[in-house]
Nanobody
Framework: QVQLVESGGGLVQVGGSLRLSCAISGGAFSTGAAGWFRQAPGKGREFVVAINWNDERTARATSVKDRFTISRDNAKNTVYLQMDSLKPEDTAIYYC???????????????????WGQGTQVTVSS
């Protein structure tokens, strides 16, 4: 049974930082990719960042480029999302996702990910 549990969300002021964590249990940890997606009220799920588990290649949405960074700790089976210079438009529920299939490049397509966490709320106040 694969489980993903996000933590680290909360309320932060504009320009502040937050670090989200996603603890993953189960599965073959040396393969596939992990990603962070977000969903704001009244909007669809949006790709944020993704990382290949073996070679650590990353992909980021243009809207978060140079502000958000994804990383993973293989020993802890945990994925992190470091968010800096936060803006009100970053307010959303943030979801961690994992696939153990080899995708080649880290994918922005949520349909490529097989497992999802419950999400953690991030609110950026102005």
């Amino acid at each position: 049974q694969v489980q993903l549990v996000e933590s680290g969300g909360g309320l932060v002021q504009v320009g502040g930082s937050l670090r989200l964590s996603c603890a993953i249990s189960g599965g073959a940890f040396s393969t596939g990719a992990a990603g962070w997606f977000r969903q704001a009220p009244g909007k669809g799920r949006e790709f944020v960042v993704a990382i290949n588990w073996n070679d650590e290649r990353t992909a980021r949405a243009t809207s978060v480029k140079d502000r958000f960074t994804i990383s993973r700790d293989n020993a802890k089976n945990t994925v992190y999302l470091q968010m800096d210079s936060l803006k009100p438009e970053d307010t959303a529920i943030y979801y961690c996702a994992r696939t153990f299939s080899s995708l080649g490049s880290p994918s922005p397509d949520p349909a490529k990910y097989d497992y999802w966490g419950q999400g953690t709320q991030v609110t950026v106040s102005s």
